[in-house]
């Protein structure tokens, strides 16, 4: 048995689950790890016990018909990923951000240097209805603006938070 090897499993559909899932157990038995990815629907349907790796990206381009200038309130290149972990009663969970620099800056906006955050994340389940959570906001404590607006202020700095969530049945 290879214990070090790591499967990522891709769906762009539900029924990818049905067609995928009896390839997940088979690896799971040769003590392989197993990973999901779906650019579709099909991650809301994930079961506690398996992982779902996530990404996103956004690229918003706008200019004024008139005068060819950058609209105002269009953000730079955002990428986000992110990967959960499940085990025992627990989740963790990390997810990254890169935010190109806004080199486009429309009216009343500035030039912003690009950043890196990552934010933290443990979860526990006591019961089927009740999930303690424990994060860490920009955990790298990158000091960096929240906008491109010239008003903006900086974003908030590292911090710390304790969630408690009951699910009525």
């Known amino acids: 048995m ?5 499967y990522l499993l891709y769906g762009s559909e539900r029924y990818a689950l049905a067609i995928l899932r009896p390839l997940q157990t088979a690896i799971r038995a040769r003590g392989c790890e197993v990973a999901w990815f779906f ?6 349907d994930l079961r506690p016990d ?5 990404t996103t990206a956004a690229l918003v381009r706008g200019s ?16 986000g990923l992110e990967a959960l972990y499940d085990f025992s009663d627990f989740t963790a969970g990390a997810h990254y951000t890169h935010r190109w620099p806004m080199t486009r800056p429309g009216y009343e906006e500035l030039r912003r240097p690009s950043v890196d955050l990552l934010d933290l994340d443990l979860r526990y389940r006591a019961t089927e209805q009740l999930e303690l ?4 906001r920009n955990a790298l404590d990158q000091l960096y603006f ?23 049945r």
Not at 39 to 44: I, L, Q, T
Not at 64 to 79: C, F, I, K, Q
Not at 133 to 136: I, K, P, R, S, V
């Open 133 to 136: 959570q424990l994060y860490m």
């Open 146 to 168: 929240a906008t491109a607006d010239e008003l903006s202020a900086y974003a908030q700095g590292r911090s710390f938070g304790f969630n408690v969530v009951w699910r009525a």
């Open 64 to 79: 004024d018909r008139n005068t060819g200038e950058p609209l105002y309130g269009v953000g730079p290149v955002n990428l």
């Open 50 to 54: 398996e992982s779902l790796l996530r």
């Open 39 to 44: 650019d579709g629907p099909g991650a809301e």
């Open 2 to 6: 290879n214990t070090n090897k790591r």
